[in-house]
């Protein structure tokens, strides 16, 4: 399975090749080649066993999980064919591994990759030359002159709510959100909070009662009341009420926006047969529809066209197949869907297929819920020579 021949059709490998192949190989490009092996749908059974059995027999030869570095910026990813892309991931001994193989922990002390302490520093952030460090109250330029002690992490400290704002500090904020909606919310956060400063609090209101574009007015926040999307975690604003009349550059926007005749077709049948609908944006629906026939697509058509499915939907088996499945191939696929995330789901199969003390019932299962159901675990490989691939 060397790496000039395609991951979908991969040569037979015998015990020669394997140790050649990995004896010129450091332990990190070995980890990684084993896990795109094991990672791989198409990977050979024969070529699975001899590197399993290659790593059993030569184990300090490989890096083990908490070993394998990543980068911190990125929790990585899972790509189809490809395996894992890299990326940080918590380590069960508080420590982030670099390429090398050396680690360092959250005081910023290093270790070989034995693990025995090697000497010298790393703090985790920014480049010091670029951004400084603080220190206490003071913002340093420049490089530390002594050992960092903490979390490696640097960042400006917060001004204490009690401490006056003045209206250009205010402003300068409002520009950081860049968003009218998130200003007003500030604002009126700093309004109602009873520990503000009476300074601060008299700037905001002058700023909300001016009219500066960086805030939105009374009537536009009435029209994005924040709300919670269920089971999300993210907040988003909710939609303008049915019977709030659309213009007819509204109604162009969103046909615009629309991806499909289809849809556009099936937006347009909703919205004029709802009889809660205002008059004004029927009219003005009907109006641009007759105005741009290209665009809409006949009602046979809408009627005929499939309907987009959820996650789940796609994925899930029929009645037949799923009963056909063994007890632990059901318990495997019944948490792969419901686990949505490719990532983990990749990082627990290759766990559950990797681990010694796996029983082979349970590896078996779990290698054919990877190997039929690939993109539960990984993403599709792009083209080109960029990111994804």
């Known amino acids: 399975m060397a790496s000039k021949n395609s991951l979908k059709e991969p040569q037979k ?27 791989n749908p198409y990977t050979p059974p024969a070529n699975v066993n001899l590197l399993m059995q290659y790593r059993a027999q030569n184990a300090d030869l490989f890096l083990s999980e908490d070993q394998m570095p990543g980068s911190r910026k990125s929790k990585g990813s899972w790509v189809a064919e490809r395996g894992f892309s890299g990326g940080w991931r918590n380590r069960s001994n508080g420590r982030v591994y670099t390429s090398s193989g050396y680690s360092y922990d959250n005081n910023g002390r290093y270790y070989d ?44 400290q917060r001004k204490p709510i009690d401490q006056p704002r003045s209206s250009l500090e205010l402003v300068e904020t409002l520009k950081g959100l860049n968003n009218p909606v998130r200003g007003r919310r500030y604002l009126d956060s700093i309004i109602q909070n009873e520990s503000s400063n009476p300074e601060t609090v008299a700037n905001a209101k002058k700023l909300i009662a001016g009219g500066t574009p960086l805030v939105a007015t009374d009537e536009q926040m009435a029209g994005w009341t924040p709300k919670a999307r269920s089971g999300s975690g993210r907040r988003i604003f909710s939609r303008r009420p049915v019977d709030e009349p659309r213009s007819a550059e509204d109604i162009a926007g969103l046909m615009g926006r629309l991806r499909s005749n289809v849809a556009r077709t099936r937006y ?5 047969g709802n009889p809660d609908s205002n008059p004004q944006t029927v009219d003005n629906l009907m109006a641009y529809r007759n105005a741009n026939q290209h665009m809409f697509a006949s009602d046979e058509e809408a009627q005929a066209a499939p309907r987009g499915t959820g996650r789940r939907a796609s994925f899930w088996k029929s009645k037949e197949e799923f009963d056909g499945m063994s007890p632990r191939k059901k318990y495997f696929f019944v948490g792969a869907v419901n686990r949505n995330s490719r990532s983990k789901n990749t990082a627990y199969g ?7 003390e796996t029983t082979p019932d349970d590896r078996e299962a779990m290698t054919q819920v990877v190997r039929e159901n690939p993109l539960l675990f990984f993403r599709r490989a792009k083209s080109g020579k960029g990111r994804g691939q």
């Not at 290759?350 to 010694?356: E, F, G, H, K, N």
């Open 13 to 39: 490998l015998t015990p020669s090749e394997v140790t050649r192949m990995f004896s010129g190989m450091t332990p990190l490009q070995r980890t990684r080649y084993y896990n795109k092996c094991m990672t």
């Open 350 to 356: 290759l766990r559950v297929i990797t681990d010694p």
């Open 113 to 156: 990759p034995s693990g025995n302490e090697a000497g010298g520093w790393h703090d985790g952030g920014p480049d010091p030359e670029e951004y400084g460090f603080v220190y206490g109250d003071d913002f340093v330029k420049g490089k530390r002159s002594a050992p960092f002690q903490g979390s490696g992490r640097t960042r400006r």
């Open 268 to 272: 347009f049948d909703k919205v004029v």
